[in-house]
């Protein structure tokens, strides 16, 4: 049986609908760790992260740290390539490559990809979903109308009791 690793570098990728992307992972006859399934272009000449240092002559992906909202990987790669994290693909995860926000790409159709420089990275997912902030705020906003009600009532009071 063969498993992909946790991370990996990959340099070939192909554009695909949803539904190709699925038939060609059912088909099968690709591998994936050379080559990934993308339903958008990457466009390499975009992007501006500076590698930590270069003449890197063999590709390494390492997870660094795990934990169930963030987690960091430090690759070394010859040429730019794509990082695959072999971990569900969310739209509310955020990626920062030396410190500076990255797009995430769906890849295979359940992963991550993040675009990486040549030279050693430091890559760094981070799970915000939108829910919780909403959530966060909702209930700040909440406490504050709570509080703001319970001094009213008290004021209130404290006025009908002593004050004619």
Known sequence: MNVCPRTFIVYEYEVLDEKDIRDKLYRGGFDPLKHALLEEAVDFKTIKFQPLKDAVKKPSAGLILYKPNEAVIETASPRDGLLIFTDAYDKDWKA????KEARIYQADYL???????????HVRFVYMPKAFIYGAILTIATLVLSLGYIIFQIRRRFHAAYLP
């Not at 920062?96 to 410190?99: A, D, P, S, T």
């Not at 992963?111 to 990275?121: E, L, Q």
């Open 96 to 99: 920062y490559v030396n410190g």
């Open 111 to 121: 992963f991550r990809a993040v675009p990486i420089p040549a030279g050693k990275c």
